[in-house]
DNA sequence: CGGGGATTTGACACATATCAAGAGCGGTGG
DNA sequence: CCACCGCTCTTGATATGTGTCAAATCCCCG
């Protein structure tokens, strides 16, 4: 979990500027428009003296170690963040302590919508590793949105992949099998680092195989199976977290009908 | 499935004024402010002049009668649409012909959020009864959500509660047994027709064992099962497509540590 | 009144959960 | 720097919940 420097490199290519701050919160000058993730973030689709003024949402950055939240269930909702490096889970608590995985969440994308409906956030987002987002705050988004209607057209699609998204993964929890659903999350993830830049046949899990269990509705003892699995089919390779795509073409395969 | 008389009385009161249009379109003289659903559809919130204004979103409404769709996975996403009377359900199609059932959609509700992020509608959207939608054209509301904050913010509450909606159901999907997941789906039902003024302890059913049984995550034969087996317990009686709860608490324990 | 889809129920198969034990690895402190 | 400790992961044996297949019944619709 420590082998991510290569990961963080880009991210951290911009360099802000930093003026002291409170606690974990640094005042930045934010520059949307240098950072390397922002094709794939809010201001994507704007140009211009659209783009700057989108600039204007970002004035603060939060630093989160692994374990911290940015959010918990039942805070009030008050920003979304953009994350601009790391690796996050959102998880709904259970009564009894138990926790369900509703999101694995990456640079570029955003956090916090679940809390716009009622004001208050239904889920948890926990760092996975040492991450930095960028803080929206919500009032100044609606604001915005009202001068920008790029930056409004480009907010519903966002909340919209993020309803598309759930889909997904409703259809991978309620009809495919153990083997099918850790193929479908291996070929998400290998698609998601890709878009990143980053390999998408080599690449370590930042999270557990517990973790993965909860979002694929499995227990941690099938996922281990399935990679071991998967391993003896020379699909992939597997070290720990350190997963490396053999045949994604097989890997594909393994999804049944459901490839893509 | 024809025993839908009163549910319609309520809907149909605001008797629109009709003009001739092709196919099943029909122009009417809109009337957010008399629909008896306002208070759970997008003009929620308004007031005054702001809802007033809200009326020019809808200048169309549409009849579709059982099975019919209002959109198909595949086509262009062009507007939105407000459930004015009726019932949906919210489908994804796979490659073999299955498909999976991804929501239940009743009065007030919206459908269509889908196709905002990509232009395209990933999901079908088929009435399970005699229905009527107020069309919402998409780039009409861009337009007043400028002037109207107000509508924006409910308008991402909308959205946002889709979301958390989702999440309910990969819960439900990810960690319940069979037995909890229809208690957890009945129990919604109940409280969804309450909030529209019906009973919320005696209602017919709109959908299929199957369907019931591929928005759970079950085969039709464990739904079969699980409804003997509360009718059994006298949590329900069941007879066909008409439920009456007898128990509520007792099938609120039958969620487990999952209820509410 | 007849036909066909929807539903129920039973017997059995199978995928995944559960329980258990041991190995591997990483982090910590001496 | 090494050794220990704890957490994560793997693997096996077994239990169990749900799926599958099949047949009978029920209704709803025409």
Chains 1, 2 share one sequence.
Do not use: W
Request: charged share 25%.
């Amino acid at each position: 979990m420590t082998t991510t420097i290569e990961i963080h490199a880009r991210a951290e290519a911009a360099m802000p500027l930093r003026t002291p701050a409170p606690g974990n919160v640094t005042k930045v000058a934010t520059r949307c428009a240098s950072c390397n993730l922002r094709e794939l973030c809010l201001p994507c689709g704007l140009t211009g003296s659209d783009a700057t003024r989108a600039e204007e949402l970002v004035y603060t950055r939060r630093r989160l170690k692994r374990g911290e939240t940015v959010y918990h269930a039942g805070d009030p909702f008050i920003s979304l963040y953009a994350l601009r490096s790391g690796f996050f889970k959102a998880t709904l608590m259970l009564d009894d302590g138990r926790e369900q995985v509703t999101a694995f969440h990456m640079g570029g994308e955003m956090l916090g919508m679940d809390g716009i409906g009622t004001g208050i956030h239904s889920t948890s987002a926990v760092a996975l590793e040492d991450s930095e987002v960028c803080v929206i705050p919500y009032a100044k988004l609606q604001e915005l949105t009202r001068d920008l209607p790029g930056l409004q057209t480009q907010f519903h699609k966002v909340m919209s992949r993020e309803i598309v998204r759930e889909h997904g993964v409703m259809l991978l929890l309620g009809s495919m099998r153990a083997e099918e659903r850790l193929a479908a999350f291996l070929l998400n993830l290998s698609q998601r680092f890709n878009a990143r830049g980053y390999s998408k046949s080599d690449f370590n899990l930042r999270m557990t195989r517990e973790e993965i269990g909860s979002y694929l509705g499995l227990k941690l003892e099938t996922v281990s199976r399935a990679f071991s699995k998967f391993q003896d089919e020379e699909l992939i390779s597997v070290q720990q977290k350190h997963i490396r795509i053999l045949d994604a073409v097989g890997l594909k395969a393994a999804m049944g009908q459901y490839y893509n």
